[in-house]
């Protein structure tokens, strides 16, 4: 069904890290099934990147890689989004499914921070892709099995 689940997010220059990795663990401590405040160090990549206008920034990334952790984040997410955000997320889902089955999710970070699931557009959020696993690769079942998961 899911394969993994890979997070992502960047701290800008003007931005308080510390803020940037609580709205990751946001959704780390769901998916590791553990009690907020767990220290989730193990699984948060940290990479310093430099900016298109030569800005530093900070990239905080994780994979999760056990099945069971990415089922448990995904009805974490399709939980706890607004109706509107669901039915939007299910409206949009054959353009969020790419041709190598990762499905894109994108969300707001101020709102992760405060302890909300928002759906955004915008480049600066909390990037979500989740692997969809089908044997052999099957853009309709993936489809089918993203249906199930979010919609």
Known sequence: MIHYTSLR???????DISRVRAALD?????????????????????TD????????????????????DSARLARFIR?????VDVELLRSEMPD??????????????QAA??????????SDAIIVKVK???YPKNRILAGQIVEELFG
Not at 9 to 15: N, R
Not at 26 to 46: C, N, Q, R, S, Y
């Open 9 to 15: 997010v960047i701290a800008h220059s003007t931005e």
């Open 26 to 46: 946001f959704f780390l401590w769901t998916a590791i099934g553990k009690p907020k405040g767990t220290v989730t160090d193990e699984f948060v990549e940290v």
């Open 49 to 68: 990147i430099e900016g298109h206008y030569g800005n530093s920034s900070v990239m905080l990334s994780s994979q999760i890689t056990r099945k069971s």
């Open 79 to 83: 939980d706890h989004m607004s109706p």
């Open 96 to 109: 969020r499914l790419d041709d190598d089955q990762l499905f894109h999710m994108r969300f707001d970070k």
């Open 113 to 122: 921070f405060l302890g909300k699931l928002v759906l955004s557009s915008s």
């Open 132 to 134: 969809i696993a089908t």
